[in-house]
């Protein structure tokens, strides 16, 4: 003979511990998206774009500085992952940024929330180690004056390709949450002159889910 057996909340509320048609025993909120057929994640690729829209990232930033961002949207609660910089210039070097020698004010780095406030990832990245530091050396490869340089990324010209990966730097397993209709936004400003070099960009990747 079955036991019917239920798990309550002690504290009044009412609630019950429940099992999905998965087998999944749901014992706590988590901070990401439960597993089941009722939740539709939508891949989000996203580039860090101006109010006007331009993903370019080389500008003249030294006198207005000039901001790039992916922001909350309407409806649905953004997950970022990783975000994908290119950084390519003709002769690059690590103690540079691109090919430009190490910024005076560098590129800021924040998560900005209107109502809980900034937090700033990076103050000044300058050269393209700081990037590659921030990123925690990922993807490593190539050796000494070499060492995270591909080749041939922009026409002829190398870069480096730090991919940032919000789930290793802070330990949230579905990256940095974005929350629906909110003014929540990740935020590279950038405070000098970078339209010279070859390329610069980034891309966000993670997911989206419809808020109910």
């Given at each position: ?49 101006t109010?006007a ?9 030294s ?26 210039d003709?002769?690059?070097?690590l ?28 103050d ?26 591909a ?6 010209s ?55």
């Open positions: 003979m079955s036991l019917d057996i239920k798990i309550k909340d002690g504290h009044g509320s009412g609630s019950a511990v429940r099992v999905n048609e998965y087998g999944d025993l749901i014992i706590a909120a988590q901070p990401y998206p439960p597993i089941g057929a009722e939740v539709v994640l939508q891949p989000v690729r996203q580039f860090f774009k109010d829209g331009a993903s370019d990232m080389r500008v003249n930033g006198v207005t500085n000039q901001k790039f961002y992916i922001r909350a949207v309407q409806g649905y609660d953004t997950y970022i992952k990783v975000a994908s910089v290119v950084i390519a003709a002769s690059s070097s103690n540079k940024f691109g090919n430009i020698t190490a910024l005076t004010n560098g590129v800021l780095f924040e998560y900005v929330s209107d109502d809980l406030g900034r937090v700033t990832i990076h000044a990245l300058k050269t393209n180690f700081n990037f590659v530091r921030l990123a925690l050396g990922n993807p490593a490869f190539g050796a000494t004056t070499n060492s995270f340089l080749s041939n990324v922009s026409s002829t190398e870069a480096y390709l730090p991919v940032i990966d919000f789930t290793n730097i802070f330990g949230v397993p579905f990256g940095l949450k974005l929350r629906a209709d909110s003014a929540d936004r990740l935020v590279f400003t950038i405070r000098d002159d970078v339209s010279t070099i070859d390329q610069f960009d980034c891309i966000a990747y993670g997911f989206k889910r419809a808020v109910r």
